[in-house]
């Protein structure tokens, strides 16, 4: 399978407070429409979704999405890079808040609509429970 980048991506990564770092990516930072915040499923990874992404970015959306702990190119917990090993589903949630209050709050441009797959999805019912934001899912 080819993935191809949609063009003007935007790619950092962010250092949690373990030292972990999280992949994340932004297109369309500009975009007066909002932002599609992008979570993927476990064992998924950005590259997944360039073409759900460029279909967003056609619409004239900003699009962020991240690489959860263990996934990705963001950081494993472990040595072995082929395994995706988490303590606790916790740290998701930790992660994904940290992500949220530190870095979507500031880039993202709003209103903000919340797009997963699978664990993603879950992940966003229960972020919306806890930190009480108002999105679009």
């Avoid at 250092?15 to 979570?39: C, F, H, V, Y």
């Avoid at 279909?55 to 690489?67: G, K, L, P, T, Y």
């Avoid at 090993?85 to 919340?114: A, L, M």
Wanted: hydrophobic content about 40%; overall charge neutral; some cysteine.
């Amino acid at each position: 399978m080819i993935f191809v980048a949609p063009q003007n991506q935007i790619v950092s990564m962010f250092r949690l407070k373990d030292n972990k770092k999280i992949r994340i990516a932004l297109w369309n930072q500009e975009s007066n429409k909002g932002t599609i915040l992008l979570q993927s499923g476990r064992t998924e990874f950005i590259e997944k979704y360039y073409e759900v992404i460029q279909e967003f970015i056609d619409r004239e959306f900003c699009v962020v999405a991240m690489d959860w702990r263990g996934q990705g190119l963001s950081d494993r917990t472990s040595n072995n890079i082929r395994l995706g090993h988490i303590d606790s589903f916790n740290e998701y949630d930790k992660d994904f808040e940290t992500i949220i209050e530190k870095v979507y709050q500031h880039i993202c441009p709003r209103p903000w609509i919340g797009f997963g797959h699978s664990m993603g999805v879950a992940y966003w019912q229960q972020t919306l429970l806890s930190m009480r934001i108002t999105i679009g899912l």
